[in-house]
Nanobody, 120 residues
Framework: QAQLVESGGGLVQPGGSLRLSCAAS????????MGWYHQAPGKQRELVAA???????NYADFVKDRFFISRDYAKKTVYLHMNSLKPEDTAVYYC??????????????WGQGTQVTVSS
């Protein structure tokens, strides 16, 4: 069973940057796809970015060219680099691990989430 622990959230001004981290425990990190989702108040959780076991990435349209997902296999950590942040990026951000090497359907393991607030 995998455990995921997110960190790096906080309060940032519009236009600022943050880097979220998701540390994974358990075996097999390198063979699974990983993803970042967010959930704003009153809205459903939705995909922000995902990365396959081989490093291929995909992004939601609303974060393209602003956010970047990466993974460090040695540290068993996945990152979300967030740039040019907007107030509408305010949400709880969750890290998830998929059941296979591709980012299909929904993750089967989730972290506890980290709050990101973009406000002046």
């Amino acid at each position: 069973q995998a455990q995921l622990v997110e960190s790096g959230g906080g309060l940032v001004q519009p236009g600022g940057s943050l880097r979220l981290s998701c540390a994974a425990s358990g075996s097999g990190f390198s063979i699974y796809a990983m993803g970042w989702y967010h959930q704003a108040p009153g809205k459903q959780r939705e995909l922000v970015a995902a990365i396959t076991s081989s490093g291929s990435t995909n992004y939601a349209d609303f974060v393209k060219d602003r956010f970047f997902i990466s993974r460090d296999y040695a540290k068993k950590t996945v990152y979300l680099h967030m740039n040019s942040l907007k107030p509408e990026d305010t949400a709880v951000y969750y890290c998830g691990r998929y059941s296979g090497s591709g980012a299909y359907r929904e993750p089967i393991y989730w972290g506890q989430g980290t709050q990101v607030t973009v406000s002046s």
